[in-house]
């Protein structure tokens, strides 16, 4: 079965300090057919404007994933953890039995743009936990480059869940295959650009699920410049 997710269908969200599309149900935006996709609960995809952010809030129970496509996101959290993640880094906050977190826009002169992924962890109540990490964009050019995994893999950040998040930059006709595993479920989503995605073409925001599906899953870059996330979860 394969599930499509336009960007269009997903929730809007605009506040003024923030642009936000919700690939599944969060805060204001609950649709009972998009709860999540297994472990996957949110993709929200955030642009922030300069002196805007999110206040400080609390979570439990969820690893907390930020991949900064454009601009700096300031962080501070209730372990005294205090960082900025810029374009190309990949931020893990695993909320434990608990944690207080803020995010800011890093910059007084320009937006911030990221993706916010929360995953279920396979078990609950673990003391809260953080890393980060750079991925250079152009070093995963045409290739697969693991951001994070359950066991740190080929120097991934290392989660609480069976999971995994590879991600790819595509050239215009640049292309690139990936192995679907029936025994697993596939959530393919377009961040940037725009990909042919087999017979299908698929623009920022949109993106396909896979259950029960086998085979090799053909991508080739249509925009001069587009990043693709491939998340691999627990049936």
Do not use: C
Not at 148 to 177: E, P
Request: charged share 20%; proline share 5%; hydrophobic share 45%.
């Amino acid at each position: 079965m394969i599930i499509e997710r336009p960007s269009n269908a997903r929730g809007d969200v605009s506040l003024g300090w923030l642009q936000s599309r919700h690939t599944f149900s969060f805060g204001h935006y609950h649709d009972p057919a998009w709860m999540g996709f297994g472990p996957l609960r949110v993709i929200n995809d955030d642009t922030v404007a300069p002196g805007g952010g999110f206040s400080p809030h609390r979570h439990a129970n969820m690893e907390i994933i930020s991949v900064v496509l454009q601009g700096a996101l300031a962080h501070r959290d209730s372990t005294g953890t205090i960082g900025v993640i810029e374009a190309g880094d990949v931020q893990w906050m695993s909320a434990g039995h608990g944690i207080e977190h803020s995010e800011y826009n890093g910059s007084d002169a320009a937006p911030v743009h990221f993706l916010q992924i929360w995953i279920q962890p396979e078990r609950l109540n673990h003391v809260p936990a953080y890393d980060q990490k750079h991925f250079a964009p152009e070093a995963r050019r045409a290739r697969w480059a693991t951001l994070v995994s359950a066991d740190g893999a080929d120097g991934s950040i290392a989660i609480r869940q069976q999971a995994s998040l590879r991600a790819t930059r595509l050239h215009a006709g640049d292309a690139l295959a990936a192995t679907l595993d029936p025994a697993r479920r596939q959530w393919l989503h377009v961040a940037t650009g725009e990909v042919a995605v087999g017979e299908r073409v698929l623009a920022a925001g949109d993106a396909l699920g896979f259950v029960d599906e086998a085979g090799e899953l053909a991508l080739r870059g249509i925009a001069e410049s587009s990043d693709v996330l491939l998340f691999d979860l627990p049936a």
